[in-house]
Nanobody
Framework: QVQLVESGGGLVQAGGSLRLSCAAS????????MRWFRQAAGKEREFVAG????????VYADSVKGRFTISRDNAENMVCLRMSSLKPEDTAVYYC???????????????????WGQGTQVTVSS
């Protein structure tokens, strides 16, 4: 059983930056592809960014490409999402997710996740 705990959310003005962290415990961290999803009020949960088990591959949703960067530290069992040039439409609850699959193509975008974190709220004011 893997436990994921997100931190780093908060309120920021448009154009600002935030760094989200997700600490993993209870499993072998390198067994998992890691992803970030978000869910805005009244909308479906959507993929934001993903990173391979080794950290040598990353995938981003078009809406965040060039503004968000995902990274992982396998020694610390941590995955981070650095967000810059934030927009009001980035407002959502952000979730960390662990997946034992080696993900390819469209699989990065699906919601078949083995473990979810509890989420952290990000609010971007205009």
């Amino acid at each position: 059983q893997v436990q994921l705990v997100e931190s780093g959310g908060g309120l920021v003005q448009a154009g600002g930056s935030l760094r989200l962290s997700c600490a993993a415990s209870g499993g072998t961290f390198t067994d998992y592809s890691m992803r970030w999803f978000r869910q805005a009020a009244g909308k479906e949960r959507e993929f934001v960014a993903g990173i391979t088990w080794s950290g040598d591959g990353t995938v981003y949703a078009d809406s965040v490409k060039g503004r968000f960067t995902i990274s992982r530290d396998n020694a610390e069992n941590m995955v981070c999402l650095r967000m810059s040039s934030l927009k009001p439409e980035d407002t959502a609850v952000y979730y960390c997710a662990a997946d034992p699959r080696r993900l390819y193509g469209g699989q990065w975008f699906d919601l078949k996740v083995a473990y979810w974190g509890q989420g952290t709220q990000v609010t971007v004011s205009s």
